[in-house]
C-alpha cells in the first residue's frame, strides 16, 4: 500500500510523505481499518452508530460522539473537541465496527462525557494545521538544546501539535524521574505555546520513530504491531538460541518482539521431550543434556567426568533410560544406543530437476586461463608447421642472395656511401 505522495520520483528514488505514516491520503498508515460491513445495509429501524474512530498523529487514535449527524466516511479531516481549543484529525473508522473497537478498548460508548466532533474540517483549519505540522521538527530540536543546557537525563523523542496551533505535547523517555518544570517555562517562554509532557516508553518510542530491523524489513511495531506484550530471557531459551544481548536485542534496546511470535509452536513441541535438566545414571557415570535439536529430534548427552564427548540419542531412547533409572537399574553406557544412531542410515532427500529447468549461470560464458591460451596457440602452431618452414626457407634464400658479392646493387651502394665518408670533413 503506499499514497501519491510516498510514490518514487521521476528518477526512481523514493519520495516518502515525511510524515512517519500519518500522510493526508491514509494509504500507508499502519493504522487504516478495513470496514469490511460497509457494504451492508443497516436493518429496517435501525438508526447507525452515533460514535466514530479518529486518529491523529502517530498511533493516537481516540473515539468521538457525532451528535451533529454529520455524513462521516473514512479519509474525512474532521475537527474535534479538546481539553481546550480543538484539534484535527482523520475519520478511520465509521458505524457498528466502532461499537466493537471500543469492547475492546474497554470504552463505554454510552459515556455522557465521550468528546464531541464538531464539524468537517474547512481549508483554513487545514491550513493552520500544516503550518503547526512543519514547525515540529524546529522545535523538537530546540527543546532538546534546551534540556542539554539544563542538564536533564531526558530524550525528546517526538512533538505533537494540537490542530489549533494553541498546544504542543512533547514525548520524552527517562531511565529515572525528571524534573522538568524548569524546562517547561523555558520552553513555554521561547516558543509562546502552552507545552505538555508525556513520559512513553523505550518501545513506544521505537514505534513512533520507525527503523530498519535486523532482519531488513522495517520495524513489526511501526508497521503493524498495535500491542506490546512483555518479552523474557526465557523465551529465547525454549527456541535454543545464544543469550547474547546484542542479537537479542531490538532498536529499542529492548528483547526483540519476534521471540513471542513463534514461541507456543517451540513449547508445543517440547512436550514430546524430557526435561532440559535431565540426568542419567550409568555404569559409566552420570550423564547430562548438553543439548536439543527439535527439528532432527535428538538430544546429546555427555558424562561428567568427560564433558567434551558428546553422545546423540533419541527421545524414545532417553525415555528408556528414564524408566530404567525409575527401577533403580543402570545402564551400561550411553554408547550402546548412540552406536545404533550412527549405524542407521538417515534418508537423504535428492532434489531431481523434474521441471527441466536449466542453471541460472547457463548464459555465463566460462573465463578461459592464460594458461590453456598459450596451450591453444602451441598446437595451432604445430598443426600448421609445414607451411611455415617452407617460408622460412625461402626467407633465408632471399637473405642469402642479398649478400651474395656478386650482386651489383649491394656493390653501387656500398660505393656511394664509401665516396660519401671521404667528402665529409673530420670535425663534422
Given amino acids: 500500500m503506499g499514497c501519491s505522495s510516498c510514490s518514487t520520483g521521476k528518477d526512481g528514488q523514493p519520495r516518502g510523505c515525511k510524515n512517519n505514516g500519518t500522510c493526508g491520503t491514509d494509504g500507508c498508515n499502519k493504522l487504516t481499518v478495513f470496514d469490511w460491513l460497509s ?42 473537541q479538546s481539553k481546550s481549543g480543538h484539534d484535527i484529525g482523520m475519520v478511520t473508522l465509521t458505524g ?75 514525548y520524552y523517555t527517562a531511565e529515572e524521574r525528571v524534573d522538568f518544570r524548569q524546562l517547561i517555562k523555558d520552553m513555554a517562554k521561547a516558543f509562546g505555546i502552552r507545552i505538555e509532557m508525556r513520559q512513553i516508553g523505550y518501545r513506544q518510542e521505537a514505534q513512533r520513530l520507525g527503523g530498519i530491523g535486523s532482519c531488513g524489513r522495517e520495524l513489526c511495531c511501526s508497521t503493524w504491531l498495535t500491542d506490546f506484550r512483555s518479552v523474557s530471557t526465557s523465551a529465547a531459551r ?49 550423564a547430562f543434556c548438553q543439548k536439543t535439536d527439535i527439528f532432527k529430534e535428538k538430544l546429546w548427552f555427555s558424562y561428567k567426568d568427560d564433558p567434551a564427548n558428546w553422545h546423540v540419542l533419541s527421545p524414545e531412547q532417553v525415555k528408556e533410560i528414564l524408566e530404567k533409572n525409575k527401577k533403580k537399574e543402570k545402564v551400561a553406557s550411553l554408547e550402546e544406543y548412540a552406536v545404533e544412531n550412527l549405524v542407521e542410515i538417515e534418508e537423504r532427500v535428492v532434489f531431481e530437476n523434474v521441471v527441466g529447468q536449466d542453471s541460472l549461470t547457463r548464459f555465463d560464458k566460462p573465463k578461459r586461463s592464460k594458461n590453456s591460451r598459450n596451450r591453444n596457440r602451441n598446437k595451432k602452431r604445430k598443426a600448421s ?29 656500398k660505393n656511394k656511401n664509401a665516396n660519401r665518408s671521404k667528402r665529409r670533413p673530420k670535425n663534422a
Avoid: H
Wanted: aromatic content about 8%; overall charge positive; some cysteine.
Fill in 39 to 80: 457494504n451492508m445495509s443497516l436493518p429496517n429501524g435501525e438508526k447507525p452508530f452515533d460514535c466514530v474512530e479518529v486518529r491523529f498523529k502517530n498511533s493516537r487514535k481516540e473515539f468521538f460522539r457525532n451528535t451533529e449527524n454529520l455524513s462521516l466516511s473514512i479519509g474525512d479531516i474532521v475537527g474535534t
Fill in 385 to 413: 608447421g609445414g607451411g611455415n618452414n617452407q617460408r622460412q626457407g625461402q626467407n633465408k634464400n632471399r637473405n642469402q642472395g642479398n649478400q651474395k658479392p656478386g650482386n651489383k646493387k649491394n656493390q653501387g651502394n
Fill in 238 to 286: 525454549y527456541q535454543q538460541l545464544s543469550l547474547n544481548p546484542q542479537k537479542l536485542a531490538g532498536q529499542c534496546g529492548k528483547l526483540k518482539c519476534c521471540l513471542n511470535y513463534e514461541l507456543d509452536v517451540y513449547i508445543d513441541a517440547l512436550k514430546d521431550f524430557p526435561a532440559q535438566d535431565t540426568k542419567l545414571f550409568t555404569e559409566k557415570g552420570l
Fill in 96 to 170: 457498528e465496527l466502532v461499537k466493537v473497537q471500543m469492547k475492546r478498548k474497554k470504552v463505554d460508548f454510552n459515556d455522557a462525557e465521550l468528546p464531541k466532533v464538531y464539524r468537517k474540517a474547512s481549508q483554513k483549519d487545514i491550513d493552520t494545521w500544516q503550518k503547526c505540522r512543519d514547525r515540529e521538527e524546529e522545535i523538537k530540536k530546540r527543546a532538546r538544546e534546551i534540556a542539554i543546557i539544563l542538564k536533564l537525563q531526558m530524550k525528546i523523542s517526538d512533538v505533537e501539535f494540537q490542530g489549533d496551533g494553541s498546544k504542543a505535547t512533547f
